[in-house]
């Protein structure tokens, strides 16, 4: 049964919660901010303000279920210095989190609070691939996937344990099992549950009108600078031509005479650099991993929810990145690009977007790939044909460079996951969904279902 679940967007606990209202806390809790490279949250740490922060609040055991019997963790209501996103991490990153996160939040604008949402608690086949001690100068962590909720400054959470195997054959009507099952404990959750609250900031920690940028600054911006100038917020799109005749300056002298002659590869896109998203590069690693040549294109969604502004964004992006780093310890935004409902392209892991960096988006093909995330939830809901056209028209470039066809498979050799064994060479599409790599559900079914479209129209782009 868990197998089965761990698939599915989001936990599938059949039960409602059955919990007491408790009133809304006066004072703030947040949890201290960690240095880099802090391997754990210890208490009194500090560090210097900016743009954007993260309050780490533990989760403690708040009643139980009337129908299980079952410990059920959390948050009473409760009020926190304004944030815009959420998650919830554990100890232990080959943990899973078997049962359902239900969190609650007050608009900061209004005072009113949301109804109860789902957040996406399988987001490991996310990470870094097997053997990998961690992936950041911080401890990896388990975590669920984020979940924007707009600006707010409240927030309550239930963590409901889904029931066990020898549970669910006793089960009632309501899917869960009677009696004495979790009278106790709640083990079955992972260790070291806490709530991530993530603020994502107004603005770039290096305001883009200004010249001043630091060394990290500086060296991700020279990662593209065959591509913009030194500290460009954009790097902008190209014709076909001035497409093919940067390419041969790129990669002439390792051609052949035939591709020298009919290079097949789409215009490039605009693409919204790290610097014009507002990216803080002193959270990062400094150091840039890259792999080999980019054989396949992995797209994801972020399941992080639909309700948000194309103007929002560039918040959404630095929030995924603070999060991805700060509360699950990888060494930067996993994403290689992103994408969003208006069709925007953004980079993401820095290192340069024509290069090949390894990114941490398929556990199991991190290698020789790279990680497009279509900001949004896409299980139920249609992804915009603007952001599938943005998806064909970076794949068109992106594979182009490596001469690879959207429309053709290739072979992979898997780092180990839960499809395939280490080792395995498996036949993909170049263009493929999470969940060719991986059990998953990611990019969604409304989205997967338009990968085709997306083959075809980075194929066209390519002039195949």
């Not at 609040?57 to 009020?79: E, F, I, K, M």
């Not at 980079?347 to 991190?366: D, I, S, Y």
């Not at 499809?419 to 599409?429: F, H, I, T």
Request: with cysteine; glycine share 12%; net charge positive.
């Amino acid at each position: 049964m868990r197998g089965i679940l761990a698939s599915s967007v989001g936990a599938t606990c059949a039960a409602a919660l059955a919990l007491p209202l408790a009133p809304p806390a006066t004072a703030a809790e947040a949890g201290p901010e960690p240095t880099a490279g802090a391997a754990t949250r210890a208490a009194g740490t500090a560090r210097p303000d900016v743009p954007g922060s993260t309050q780490s609040l533990s989760l403690g055991p708040l009643t139980r279920d009337r129908a299980s019997g079952a410990a059920v963790l959390g948050l009473a209501p409760r009020t926190v210095r304004p944030f815009s996103l959420l998650g919830v991490v554990w100890d232990d990153p080959a943990a899973e989190l078997h049962g359902r996160v239900r969190v609650r939040t007050r608009a900061a604008d209004t005072g009113a609070w949301s109804d109860w949402r789902d957040v996406e608690t399988h987001h490991a086949d996310h990470a870094a691939g097997p053997g990998r001690a961690k992936d950041a100068a911080d401890r990896v962590r388990g975590a669920t996937a984020p979940l924007w909720v707009g600006e707010s400054d409240g927030v309550e959470i239930r963590v409901q344990p889904e029931p066990g195997e020898e549970e669910s054959a006793g089960a009632g009507a309501d899917g869960f099992g009677v009696g004495e099952f979790w009278a106790g404990d709640h083990s079955v959750l992972p260790s070291g549950l806490r709530l991530e609250l993530v603020d994502p900031g107004d603005e770039a920690p290096e305001e883009p009108r200004t010249g001043v940028m630091s060394a990290e600054a500086t060296a991700a911006s020279e990662a593209n600078s065959a591509l913009a100038p030194l500290g460009a917020l954009e790097i902008p799109a190209l014709d076909g031509e001035r497409t093919r005749q940067e390419y041969l300056t790129l990669h002439g002298a390792e051609l052949t005479e035939q591709q020298r002659a009919e290079p097949y590869i789409g215009p490039r896109p605009a693409i919204v650099t790290r610097r014009g998203w507002g990216a803080d590069e002193s959270l990062r690693e400094k150091r840039f991993v890259y792999t080999g040549k980019v054989k396949a294109a992995f797209v994801h969604h972020t399941a992080s929810g639909n309700n948000y502004t194309c103007a929002q964004a560039p918040s959404l992006v630095r929030g995924f990145y603070r999060y991805h780093v700060r509360s699950l310890g990888w060494r930067d935004v996993g994403y290689n690009f992103l994408v969003d409902k208006c069709g925007r392209i953004y980079e993401g892991r820095a290192g340069g977007v024509a290069k090949p960096v390894k990114g941490a988006h398929t556990m199991g093909f991190n290698a020789g790939t790279t990680g497009i995330a279509v900001i949004g939830s896409y299980g139920s809901e249609k992804p915009s044909s603007s952001a599938v056209k943005a998806v064909a028209r970076l794949t068109a470039w992106k594979l182009g460079l490596h001469g690879m066809n959207p429309r053709a498979k290739t072979y992979l050799k898997s780092a180990g996951g839960n499809l395939y064994r280490k080792g395995k060479k498996v036949r993909l599409n170049v263009i493929s969904g999470h969940r060719d790599g991986f059990n998953t559900s990611c990019p969604g079914g409304k989205l997967y279902k338009k990968l085709g479209t997306a083959r075809s129209t980075a194929a066209r782009y390519q002039g195949r």
